[in-house]
T-cell receptor, first 113, second 111 residues
């Protein structure tokens, strides 16, 4: 069964550094998402992407965040200047079409020190 | 966008049937109801999806009443490995852009 893959599985960075989290969605999917989950809390929506542009974004997704689909396969989340409170699990998800289920990767654990 | 309400937590014992209900009073006409399971340090995983009446697959059943303002996920004969957080999600058709998870229900299965 095709799956969403995320790299790296764990990233440690210093405050103020830039990080790029990478995702390879399922190949024929059209809708792409980033979520984050702070330890012990619920899954929070960050941003959605369709037709090469952002569809929706949450209040969390400020100008420190950006997303890109640089080629036909990768979907990246960049945090320009990380803060301690950015420490969380970041999940990428993709969806084949309207009313299809979301397929999630196993996440990247980001630790900002 | 349909807001969902679920119990925060539930306890059960191995071998029992577990029913988790989700309220979604302002569900849109074309919205589907989707349930996900999440284990610690893993991404949510699709369990089952439905629009109305009853849907069954190899792991669960989903019951949706005629007014569609709620849904019930039924897990038959749970085992310890079913201990997880369960989320219902509504709103794929009305807004594929902003799919927001609620608090979820933490199910603890005891031996």
């Amino acid at each position: 069964e095709p799956e969403v893959t995320q790299t790296p599985s764990h990233q440690v960075t210093q405050m103020g550094q830039e990080v790029i989290l990478r995702c390879v969605p399922i190949s024929n999917h059209l809708y792409f998402y980033w979520y984050r989950q702070i330890l012990g809390q619920k899954v929070e929506f960050l941003v959605s992407f369709y037709n090469n542009e952002i569809s929706e974004k949450s209040e969390i997704f400020d100008d420190q965040f950006s997303v890109e689909r640089p080629d036909g396969s990768n979907f990246t989340l960049k945090i320009r200047s990380t803060k301690l409170e950015d420490s969380a699990m970041y999940f990428c998800a993709s969806m084949g079409g309207v009313n299809s289920p979301l397929h999630f990767g196993n996440g990247t654990r980001l630790t900002v020190t | 966008l349909a807001k969902t309400t679920q119990p925060i937590s539930m306890d059960s014992y191995e071998g029992q049937e577990v029913n988790i209900t989700c309220s979604h009073n302002n569900i849109a006409t074309n919205d589907y109801i989707t349930w996900y399971q999440q284990f610690p340090s893993q991404g949510p995983r699709f369990i089952i999806q439905g629009y109305k009446t009853k849907v069954t697959n190899e792991v669960a059943s989903l019951f949706i009443p005629a007014d569609r303002k709620s849904s019930t996920l039924s897990l038959p004969r749970v085992s310890l490995s079913d201990t997880a957080v369960y989320y219902c999600l509504v709103g794929h058709s009305s807004n594929t852009g902003k799919l927001i998870f609620g608090q979820g229900t933490t199910l603890q299965v005891k031996p």
